[in-house]
């Protein structure tokens, strides 16, 4: 049985989506065609006014509807300290912890040679220019720990030294709440590496 070119069309959009294989694309497709009209149309008008409406923030490069993101905008905000991170979603989840106070850059990526993404596939001019304004006095690497977020890290960390700013890289280590039998080695190895006095 052929598919309609719409309903394929459909499920390919939907494959699109991150951790999203073809059988459950297909699932979403019909579940939203069969059960959920309502909510096909609202996603598709949500979609839709996500595509017209968002920008990139002029200083911190995150998503907003306006020149300057709420972070951006505020006045009690460090404006001395940056923190850069990958997406959009580690500024909200770094945002969520109430532990920092400063203003954000968002690469929109990280540097993965063997994905073919290189420095100018992320805003790392965009980055320097905001760095080196004249007001940033250290910036704080909070890239993830994977291979490329810490290539992404050295990376940075090199350019941003070149210009004479201070740089520091978030600290790994335990979990809040963790037992020692239940961490992997890696994580049990550096947080025995980044220990502090007390």
Not at 17 to 22: A, D, F, M, R, T
């Amino acid at each position: 049985m052929s598919t309609p070119p719409s309903l394929h069309a459909l499920i390919a959009a939907l494959k699109t989506l991150p951790s999203i294989g073809p059988k459950s694309a297909q699932r979403m497709a019909f579940h939203l065609m069969q059960r959920d009209q309502k909510g096909a149309a609202d996603l598709a008008t949500a979609l839709n006014n996500a595509l017209i409406k968002l920008k990139h923030c002029s200083l911190c490069n995150t998503f907003a509807e306006v020149d300057l993101c709420d972070v951006c905008s505020d006045e009690k905000r460090q404006h001395n300290l940056l923190c850069v991170v990958e997406m959009p979603t580690d500024l909200m989840m770094l945002e969520q912890t109430l532990a920092f106070h400063g203003l954000y850059f968002v690469l929109m990526g990280r540097l993965s040679p063997l994905d073919g993404i290189g420095p100018k596939d992320i805003a790392l001019e965009r980055l320097l220019e905001r760095a080196s304004d004249g007001i940033v006095e250290e910036v704080i690497l909070a890239t993830n720990f994977t291979t490329e977020g810490e290539a992404t890290a050295h990376y940075l960390a090199e350019m941003l030294r070149a210009r004479g700013l201070k740089v520091s890289r978030i600290a790994r280590g335990m979990p809040v709440g963790g037992e020692l039998e239940h961490v992997d080695a890696g994580t049990l190895a550096q947080a025995m590496l980044e220990r502090r006095s007390v």
